[in-house]
């Protein structure tokens, strides 16, 4: 056949490739084609394996598991596999998203979150593959992740995360003690919460040392603190923030368009709020749908009223703060920036403050440098 000798000859050709005689910007854009030509083959690989799958002429390798066979010979997992057959038989019925993949625009992984979220939501795939084309794999987890939520009755959604609670643990090869772990919302958000404010207290404290260490190390040594009974947590934020309707919390269930939510995690029944209303150290945030009114002072100090704003999140999703630098996504570690610098007058407001993880909130800061904001000093 014409077309594997082909590709038998452009592997031959690209073996032979030579990067030490190719400039770094020629690589630049070596990369950039060969993302697309993996992203196209992956797509036509899975597709091809589907069909092949579907007569059983995986058979004829020694296998009878189809995702067996192709995991096998990708160098995958058979969940892996199996997830890429799955999303490949599915493209059958979504030419839109197949044309693309078919020309490198889209990953497998992106295929495999767009046909996750049309099976689920059907008449989502445009919407998805618009997000899967201008942002990132993130970006596209999250906006399914919504989408499939809320495809699901705030009751029925619980009864499926309550069902699906775990924790698991094991040892690896050096004597670690490893594991995993899978939390209702209402149980989950707070702990990362404290885990994260204890995780950024380790990590300044590891700095101010001169011991700077990766994030999942320090990480490690605050969930030793907490389990110890050494964490302090964070005592200027909620541990976690309920997003409601007003009129849905007085009649103690949601309508249709009611938002009941726990910001950054997803839908929750109104009577889970009443429950955690009586003892837990939570922020309600009972709302009408409008937007949060701007309180502003010249002092560098985020006060309570700017900072439960800004941890709300966008209106009028109030799904929690995201950094906000395109395709980030990151909603740990963050810090609050002031957009026009407080050494060039900037006042601390709603309007000129906005979340960015440390990387991003650094390279605005070099940006405000570069462009003289900080020669001046604010009052």
Same mark, same amino acid.
């Given at each position: 056949?014409?077309?594997?000798?082909s590709?038998?000859?452009?592997?031959?050709?690209?073996?032979?490739?030579?990067?030490?005689?190719?400039?770094?910007?020629?690589?630049?854009?070596?990369?950039?084609?060969?993302?697309?030509?993996e992203?196209?083959?992956?797509?036509?690989?899975?597709?091809? +394996?589907?069909?092949a799958?579907?007569?059983?002429?995986?058979?004829?390798?020694?296998?009878?598991?189809?995702?067996?066979?192709?995991?096998?010979?990708?160098?995958t997992?058979?969940?892996?596999?199996?997830?890429?057959?799955?999303?490949?038989?599915?493209?059958?019925?979504?030419?839109?998203t197949?044309?693309?993949?078919?020309?490198?625009?889209?990953?497998?992984?992106q295929?495999?979150?767009?046909?996750?979220?049309e099976?689920?939501?059907?008449?989502?795939?445009?919407?998805m593959?618009?997000?899967?084309?201008?942002?990132?794999?993130?970006?596209?987890?999250?906006?399914?992740?919504? =989408?499939?939520?809320?495809?699901?009755?705030?009751?029925?959604?619980?009864?499926?995360?309550?069902?699906? %609670?775990?924790?698991?643990?094991w040892?690896?090869e050096?004597?670690?003690?490893?594991?995993?772990?899978?939390?209702?919302?209402?149980?989950?958000?707070?702990?990362?919460?404290?885990?994260?404010?204890?995780t950024?207290?380790?990590?300044?404290?590891? #700095?101010?040392?001169g %011991?700077?260490?990766?994030?999942?190390?320090?990480? +490690?040594? +605050?969930?030793?603190?907490?389990?110890?009974?050494?964490? =302090?947590?964070?005592?200027a934020?909620?541990?976690?923030?309920?997003?409601?309707?007003?009129?849905a919390y007085?009649?103690?269930?949601?309508?249709?368009?009611?938002?009941?939510?726990?910001?950054?995690?997803?839908?929750?029944?109104?009577?889970?709020?009443?429950?955690?209303?009586?003892?837990?150290?939570?922020?309600?945030?009972?709302?009408?749908?409008? =937007?949060?009114?701007?309180?502003?002072?010249?002092?560098?100090?985020?006060n309570?009223?700017?900072?439960t704003?800004?941890?709300?999140g966008?209106?009028?999703?109030?799904?929690?703060?995201?950094?906000?630098?395109?395709?980030?996504? %990151?909603?740990?570690?963050?810090?609050?920036? #002031?957009?026009?610098?407080?050494?060039?007058?900037?006042?601390?407001?709603?309007?000129?403050?906005?979340?960015?993880?440390?990387?991003?909130?650094?390279?605005?800061?070099?940006?405000?440098?570069?462009?003289?904001?900080?020669?001046? %000093?604010?009052?």
């Open positions: 056949m014409g077309v594997l000798s590709l038998g000859r452009y592997r031959a050709e690209l073996s032979r490739l030579e990067l030490a005689s190719i400039s770094p910007q020629t690589c630049v854009l070596l990369v950039e084609e060969l993302a697309k030509t992203k196209a083959c992956a797509t036509l690989r899975a597709m091809a +394996a589907a069909k799958a579907d007569a059983g002429a995986h058979r004829q390798s020694g296998f009878t598991d189809p995702a067996d066979w192709l995991g096998r010979v990708s160098g997992s058979c969940g892996e596999a199996g997830r890429e057959l799955h999303a490949a038989k599915c493209l059958q019925d979504m030419p839109a197949r044309d693309a993949a078919a020309k490198g625009a889209l990953s497998m992984r295929v495999e979150e767009i046909a996750k979220t099976t689920q939501c059907p008449g989502s795939e445009r919407e593959l618009a997000t899967a084309t201008r942002e990132t794999l993130r970006a596209l987890q999250e906006k399914g992740r919504k =989408k499939r939520q809320a495809a699901v009755r705030p009751e029925e959604l619980a009864r499926r995360q309550r069902d699906a %609670r775990s924790v698991r643990h040892r690896d050096i004597g670690m003690v490893c594991g995993t772990f899978s939390l209702v919302p209402e149980v989950g958000i707070p702990f990362v919460s404290r885990l994260d404010a204890e950024d207290r380790e990590w300044r404290r590891g #700095h101010r040392a %011991r700077p260490e990766p994030r999942e190390r320090h990480a +490690a040594d +605050a969930l030793e603190r907490m389990v110890a009974g050494r964490g =302090k947590g964070n005592a934020r909620a541990d976690v923030v309920f997003v409601c309707d007003v009129r007085q009649r103690g269930h949601a309508h249709a368009g009611e938002s009941c939510h726990i910001a950054g995690a997803g839908p929750v029944p109104v009577g889970t709020i009443h429950d955690a209303m009586r003892d837990a150290f939570v922020k309600g945030v009972l709302h009408d749908g409008t =937007k949060i009114d701007t309180v502003a002072h010249y002092g560098r100090h985020i309570a009223e700017i900072r704003a800004l941890e709300l966008e209106p009028p999703d109030f799904d929690g703060v995201v950094c906000c630098e395109p395709g980030c996504g %990151r909603r740990f570690g963050l810090e609050f920036d #002031h957009v026009d610098p407080r050494a060039n007058h900037g006042e601390t407001s709603l309007e000129n403050l906005a979340p960015r993880c440390r990387p991003h909130h650094r390279d605005k800061s070099e940006r405000d440098r570069q462009r003289g904001l900080w020669s001046a %000093r604010g009052p």
